[in-house]
């Protein structure tokens, strides 16, 4: 796959913003507790899924609605005490949602996104999320991971929230650095076997700017997050913080 490059309640609604970087993502209200689950593929109404998936979780964000509004929608990423609030939409189109946020507005801002081969449902043992790093309107889209490279701030803020449409996740932060585009596929979905999972952690680790003291292992779930970084090598630079579910 070509390298991506990313540049420099009754009822819930989302509701469209106007054209400022700070406010081009939807807002989603939290919805009524009652509200019919999100159903799997092959479910219907008359035949309901006999494992319904939550709708709700500590994102606050109302998954069914999301879905109705985009259907690329996959998930709902947070990070508590900054910006980073935004939906996620499961995409090969990766050129438009670069330039288009979630509502289809045409926006450098863009979506998060994730590729097509990631797997969600089963879940795969790696879910990676790409952002764009906005440096204008005070802390938009990714641009918050770069504050990761001080420790201080890691401690402050180790929990990520991440709902998608098959599960309601917590993770914290383990690892966090920088690399090049195309050094090594910190996105890769699947591993061949044990040792190849436990090659990609142990290389995540050693890579992190600092020891945060968390342990993971080939048992684990991971959430990959990756956005620009043109401190570290220019336009090749990357930033990727790394979580492990709780």
């Not at 670069?98 to 450098?108: D, N, V």
């Not at 081969?117 to 990714?142: L, S």
């Not at 890579?207 to 292992?217: E, K, N, P, Q, R």
Request: charged letters at 20%; proline letters at 7%; a negative charge.
């Amino acid at each position: 796959m070509p390298a991506i490059v990313l540049p420099d309640p009754p009822t819930a609604t989302v509701i469209p913003t106007n054209e400022t970087a700070s406010e081009d993502q939807p807002t989603v209200k939290p919805a009524d507790s009652n509200m019919a689950p999100v159903l799997k593929p092959g479910a219907t109404e008359t035949q309901p899924d006999p494992n319904p998936q939550p709708v709700i979780g500590k994102t606050g964000a109302d998954l069914v609605t999301c879905k109705a509004a985009n259907d690329d929608f996959i998930a709902w990423l947070k990070i508590p005490g900054t910006k980073i609030n935004y939906p996620v939409v499961l995409t090969d189109n990766v050129d438009y949602y670069l330039t288009h946020t979630f509502t289809g507005k045409q926006s450098k801002v863009g979506t998060l996104f994730s590729l097509g081969r990631t797997d969600y449902e089963t879940p795969g043992q790696n879910i990676a999320v790409y952002g764009h790093h906005i440096t204008t309107g005070g802390g938009n889209m990714f641009q918050p991971l770069l504050s990761y490279k001080k420790q201080s701030f890691w401690e402050r803020h180790q929990t990520v929230y991440f709902d998608t449409l098959y599960d309601l996740g917590e993770y914290n932060v383990f690892a966090v650095f920088n690399m090049t585009l195309g050094e090594w596929d910190v996105a890769a979905a699947g591993f061949a076997d044990e040792l190849a999972f436990q090659a990609f952690l142990t290389r995540a680790q050693a890579a992190s700017l600092y020891d945060t003291g968390i342990i993971v292992d080939t048992q684990d779930h991971i959430l990959t997050l990756i956005t620009c970084d043109r401190s570290y090598h220019g336009k090749e630079g990357r930033f990727i913080v790394m979580a492990v579910k709780q």
